[in-house]
């Protein structure tokens, strides 16, 4: 991990923080996305995560999750394309 990684820390619905870095952002129609890994492999969910970037009502950037299931295949597909370009197994 390079120590110019920006990390991110989440917050789940029990109120646990989890970490992550931020290892790549993404656009798709117009619209960002940021890929993140999880900083303590040893979780459950040791994959890359990807979640929305929108902006709060103070313009901060903020993370969603993708609900709507075509968008997310979209961000999804554009995302293995990146890595199949960039000759990354998964």
């Known amino acids: 991990m390079n120590d110019n990684d920006e990390k991110v820390v989440l ?3 029990n109120g646990e923080e989890h970490g992550f870095v931020l290892i ?3 656009e798709v129609d117009n619209e960002e ?3 993140l890994e999880p900083l303590d492999l040893d979780e459950e969910e040791s994959e890359a995560i990807i979640l929305k970037i929108g902006k709060d009502e103070n313009g ?14 979209r961000v999804a597909d554009a995302w293995q394309e990146l890595m199949e370009e960039d000759g990354v197994e998964e």
């Open 33 to 35: 996305y940021a890929v």
């Open 60 to 73: 901060e950037d903020v993370l969603f999750d993708i609900d709507d299931d075509e968008e997310w295949e």
């Open 24 to 26: 790549d952002v993404l």
């Open 11 to 13: 917050v789940d619905e």
